[in-house]
């Protein structure tokens, strides 16, 4: 079921209003059971696989708030094991064995085993893994309700795209749960039309722009081809991501629940730092928690810091995807990082700083940030490295050809009135504070949104970007 799709609206009627027909302390089998289906809309077989990571991980939590020494790190081991086991064969082993299969030689047909992948299996195992680390750490205690924490796992608004979310953020809004106050509905039901208007007016229409070009870029060569084809592609991950994301903490909110916030503007960074502190903010807070800071405790010098944040944009650009264009494309913000970060050692104390520190200069560094990420789009998008290649030599000039500039002047204008609200969003929280006003000020704002979904959606039903990861 796709958040835009009349069969998931449907569902969500028929949940929301059975589960505010009974006590709490029914609703939340109500809702588990829910979850469970959402999950199994896709394919059945598969709700194995977060039954097995629940039931592991709710059992080794309670073990482990007791357990200590070489015991404890046994059942962290165990956790580890299990729930990366799971991510790993069914996300990776197809990429590994098909990659060694070709170093040696060997025919890949013989190896890979044309794996499925599971819906959502990133997003889940990732949550489930900030449980038992918490309680390692005694961050948290253990769960001691097996249907608080099923319900933490497989919530169906975050269950298969995120945001991810962490037990200590969402067991105690189980445990303490009241129905949502007259402005976190109206929030929720801003939210919701926010994203199906990102996803619907916006993302699919860059979606068919991106199509167009990465299909088959050999037929779109030259330097504004590759452009606009990259930027097609940026404005369309955005929109589709957040728009799933402002969709899920929107249905959460109705439901009496708040997901953490994922994307602040990522289009307004000035640097490759403040822009991983705007985008997927949930995934980078979990690698800055639950690898960067463990890899790099006990290690000092630059070098050390360096190295540390190279292998953990790999493993994030890996998290995305079972492809070496992923790798790359994670190796490519790991230099972003680590250049910004030499160069601000470098100009720290001299004018170059200063004058960056000034307002005049901050369209400059927001706009050479956004083609940074531009950038990253051929590694992003396109499936091998040699159509990677391709994509960069146009994106540079090498192909010594302008080409077609596949923007139309309607994604034109997509791309400037998004740039509007963001700046106006930045400065005022305008659509945090329309939850606030009025009937008089809500309801035209709603009309709006509803005449925008009716009369300019892109044509067909694009599936959300982030479901492959």
């Not at 923007?407 to 034109?412: E, P, Q, R, V, Y």
Request: hydrophobic letters at 55%.
């Amino acid at each position: 079921m796709l958040f835009n799709s009349f069969q998931y609206w449907i569902f969500f009627l028929i949940v929301t209003s059975l589960f505010y027909s009974v006590p709490f302390r029914i609703g939340k089998f109500l809702l588990l059971g829910a979850s469970y289906i959402f999950y199994m809309w896709w394919d059945p077989r598969f709700i194995v696989l977060i039954v097995t990571s629940t039931v592991v991980d709710y059992f080794l939590g309670i073990l482990l708030e007791t357990a200590s020494g070489r015991r404890k790190k046994l059942l962290l081991v165990v956790s580890l094991v299990v729930n990366l086991g799971i991510l790993g064969f069914f996300k990776y082993y197809d990429f590994f064995a098909g990659s060694l299969a070709r170093l040696l030689h060997v025919s890949e047909s013989s190896v890979v085993l044309q794996i499925i992948l599971p819906v959502g299996v990133s997003f889940y195992t990732f949550a489930s893994l900030s449980y038992t680390i918490d309680v390692y750490w005694g961050k948290m205690k253990a769960v001691r309700s097996f249907v608080d924490y099923a319900l933490f796992i497989a919530f169906f608004p975050h269950l298969i795209a995120g945001p991810i979310i962490r037990a200590r953020q969402f067991i105690s809004q189980i445990q303490f749960w009241r129905r949502p106050t007259a402005i976190m509905v109206q929030s929720g039901i801003i939210l919701v039309l926010a994203g199906l208007i990102k996803k619907m007016v916006f993302a699919d229409r860059f979606a068919v722009v991106s199509d167009r070009y990465f299909n088959n870029p050999a037929a779109h060569p030259g330097w504004l081809a590759a452009w606009s084809g990259c930027i097609a592609f940026f404005m369309q991950v955005f929109f589709d991501f957040s728009g799933y994301t402002d969709i899920a903490r929107g249905c959460a909110k109705l439901l009496g629940f708040e997901f953490p916030l994922n994307f602040a503007r990522p289009f307004l960074a000035r640097n490759p730092p403040d822009f991983w502190q705007r985008w997927h903010i949930t995934l980078s807070t979990w690698v800055r928690d639950y690898l960067f800071m463990p890899f790099s405790r006990g290690r000092k010098g630059h070098f050390a810091l360096y190295r540390n944040l190279m292998i953990v944009m790999i493993l994030v650009g890996l998290w995305h995807g079972a492809n070496w264009t992923f790798v790359a494309w994670g190796a490519y913000h790991g230099v972003l990082l680590i250049g910004y970060r030499l160069f601000d050692r470098a100009t720290k104390w001299t004018a170059i700083s200063e004058v960056m520190k000034k307002r005049y200069f901050v369209p400059f560094s927001i706009g050479l940030m956004f083609l940074s990420c531009t950038v990253s789009m051929a590694f992003f998008r396109p499936r091998t490295l040699q159509s990677s290649g391709y994509v960069l030599d146009a994106l540079f000039g090498l192909q010594h050809i302008p080409g077609e500039f596949l923007l139309t002047t309607g994604t034109i204008m997509l791309i400037f009135i998004s740039l509007f609200l963001a700046v106006a969003q930045e400065r005022a929280q305008f659509i945090d504070r329309l939850a606030l006003q009025p009937a008089r000020i809500q309801v035209p704002a709603y009309v709006c949104a509803f005449l925008a979904l009716e009369l300019f959606p892109a044509t067909g039903q694009v599936p959300f970007v982030y479901f492959q990861f």
